[in-house]
């Protein structure tokens, strides 16, 4: 079992920053791929980016490289998303992801544990 509660998300001007983190519990968290999604409202929930186990591989949607970094601390069970150069398009609610399994993978059935989310607007 993996519990996820994720924090950081709020109201940012285009152009600021945020970092969202996702707090773990369980002891299959060291092993697992973490992932962020966004679901905006009306559309269906998409990959925003993911990382495997150790940290060294990670994976981003073509519409934030270059501006989000994912990375994880495993002494602090903690996975987060750092987010530059916000733009009203990023306004969502933002969710933690777990793959038990060790994949990163794009698509959200493939992740077994989700966190309940946290809104991030922004505005123009």
Do not use: H
């Not at 945020?18 to 369980?26: E, F, P, T």
């Not at 987010?83 to 992740?111: F, H, Q």
């Amino acid at each position: 079992q993996v519990q996820l509660v994720e924090s950081g998300g709020g109201l940012v001007q285009a152009g600021g920053s945020l970092r969202l983190s996702c707090a773990a519990s369980g002891r299959t968290f060291s092993s697992a791929a973490m992932a962020w999604f966004r679901q905006a409202r009306g559309l269906e929930r998409e990959f925003v980016a993911a990382i495997n186990w150790s940290g060294g591989v990670t994976d981003y949607s073509d519409f934030v490289k270059g501006r989000f970094t994912i990375s994880r601390d495993n002494a602090k069970n903690t996975v987060y998303l750092q987010m530059n150069s916000l733009k009203p398009k990023d306004t969502a609610v933002y969710y933690c992801a777990a793959n038990t399994r060790g994949a990163i993978l794009t698509a959200p059935r493939w992740y077994d544990y989700w966190g309940q989310g946290t809104q991030v607007t922004v505005s123009p």
